[in-house]
């Protein structure tokens, strides 16, 4: 584990502006320290209280939490449901019907409204083709889509009829799409003719037909296809349908399949610090809850918000807070294809302006680009922009620095909108630790204060509790409702990654170091301690990346680090050795080139390393282990000041400090 260091700094405090707390679900530390007292005081009548409160069971359960298999909890695991229903047909017998539930603006600005009818119609018609298709209770679905209302009415459907998706990210290549087909055994896979990308056309089709080939998918029967573009595409008869045409002649009305408590809405792949990405299992009801839960709780919202979450469906902050969360809350949510920078880098606050969002959700690399971009150019400053709108904004996916929180605060939210920096993860279904935003008062790069019912602590190695103000490793003492519920088809990874038997095997242990403060209690996040890497907001496992490059023809050992980056967050930083001489010069940026474009096709663009260095070796100790933490000051281009004795090579040192 890498070195977890304390952290003190003379920071602000933002107090909670009135006119938030007065209106806020929990409106003020007094009601925020109530609900975590019912929590101490009585975990599972708290949770079951809420259960019943906020979904709706077509069999109530009888049992809210069962422990007997310590870690594969069971949440409330007699009762039956479907999440679909309590999204869609909820809204429609509480007034909602009429209500926008998604405004999505495409690339090029082209504006889509459906109401909560519409979308239950679209859901329901669509969930009758895929019966039609023979896809059934427990059969997997992958979906390979763009960001799009049909993305929402795919998830939806499958959830419908107790079918389990797995959204499979549209950057991601054939073979990472290949590797997540066949470790599902997955039935069916649905996906666009295109896609469309700051004006850009992208293949999906043609790169989900690659997939389909490259050997293990036997199990799709049929790819369904949404027509984006309406390009020339390779169609192959019986196989392929396109989704408009099969949905058509469907009946809009499809009863909603109650499915146990437990059975599984999804499983989203996502990196380790180790070994090929994990299927992270989410269970129905559980998960469900916490979605509802925290788009009160940490969102507030209110029938008439209007909700922006800027993330795409492909990871599990699109899942939570735009496939689930917003609908079962009966919001009007904002969806968006493009990027924020295409046409300019205004194109959120112009969005925010133009849809009149009140609450903002985003992540602290999207803001640093935007800062950089508004200092660049005058025309695309948040203060040309009408940003009256906003209530509240949020921050999601790594640290945010204080500075970028202090500008965020200012520039988007006028000193007036409460920030809410959200630690979760795709293993805890939705947020962790964040501020509620009519009671906590923030500070500037702290998620604050667990939320109600999440037992969050600091420990050490062995899993003994730390004082506040030493930083250590971020724990989570009690099972929760939408927690993961193993790694599909391998229960003993699950048990390990999140369990370990180092910490006792009933502490769940996040990957994350922290620190909780002297004062106040509030933890700090300080980033990864497993080989885990976090750029631009998106997890990346070194060894994934490792594996890539060795699998080129002329490499014959990588090691990847990240460094520190102003606006993703960490660049990837890999060290090769090649099968032949080390490249020099112009040789070397060529192949540099092409072991980038190589990462890209085995995972996908956003895993390509920024920075690559060659060497004849890499620095190892004499018995023959990797020493990261030099390669570490070597992408940070420090002098290797630590003690090299036990370094079996230490002139490699040298050649690898040049980056290509
Ligand atoms: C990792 C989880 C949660 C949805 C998006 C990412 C980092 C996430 C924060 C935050 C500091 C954060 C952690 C975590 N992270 N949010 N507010 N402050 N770090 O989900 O891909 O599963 O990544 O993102 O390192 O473990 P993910």
Known sequence: MHDIKSMKREIPVFEVPDAFSKRATIAGMGVYNALCAEAEKDYEGFWARLARGNLFWSRPFTQALDESNAPFYRWFGDGQLNASYNCLDRNLQTGNGDKAAILFEADDGALTRVTYRELHAKVCRFANALKSLGVSGGDRVVIYLPMSIEGVVAMQACARIGAIHSVVFGGFSAKALQERIADLGAVLLITADEQMRAGKVLPLKSIADEALTMG?????????????????????????????????????????????????????????????????????????????????????????????????????????????????????????????????????WEMISRHRVSIFYTAPTAIRSLIKAADANPQVRPSRYDLTSLRLLGTVGEPINPDTWQWYHHHIGSDRCPIVDTFWQTETGGHMIAPLPGATPLVPGSCTLPLPGIMASVVDESGQALPDGSGGI??????????????????????????????????????????????????????RIDDVL???????????????????PLVAEAAVVGRADEVTGEAICAFVVLKRECPLGGEARQLAGDLRKWVGEQIGPIAKPKDIRFGDNLPKTRSGKIMRRLLRSLAKGETITQDVSTLENPAILEQLGEAF
């Open 474 to 527: 971020l724990a989570i003492r009690r099972p929760w409702p939408s927690m993961i519920r193993t790694i599909w088809g391998d229960p003993e990874r699950f048990r390990q990654s999140y369990f370990p038997a180092e910490l006792g095997g009933n502490l769940y242990l996040a990957g994350d170091g922290a620190i909780r403060d002297k004062d106040n209690g509030y933890f700090t996040i300080t980033g």
């Open 534 to 552: 976090n750029v631009s907001g998106h997890r990346m496992g070194t060894m994934e990346i490792e594996s890539a490059l060795v699998a080129h």
């Open 216 to 348: 293990g998918c036997e199990s799709v029967r049929h790819v369904v296809v949404y027509r984006r573009t309406g390009n020339r595409i390779e169609w192959i008869e019986n196989r392929d349908r396109w989704m408009h045409e099969i949905s058509a002649s469907q009946p809009e009305t499809c009863e909603a399949e109650p499915v146990d408590a437990e059975h599984p809405l999804f499983v989203l792949y996502t990196s380790g610090s180790t070994g090929r990405p994990k299927g992270v299992q989410h269970s129905t009801a559980g998960y469900l809850l916490w979605a509802m839960l925290t788009m009160q709780w940490t969102f507030d919202i209110k029938p008439e918000d209007v909700f922006w979450c800027t993330a795409d469906i492909g990871w599990i902050t699109g899942h939570t807070y735009i496939a689930y969360g917003p609908l079962a809350a009966g919001a009007t949510q904002i969806m968006f294809e493009g990027v924020p920078t295409y046409p300019n880098a205004g194109r959120f």
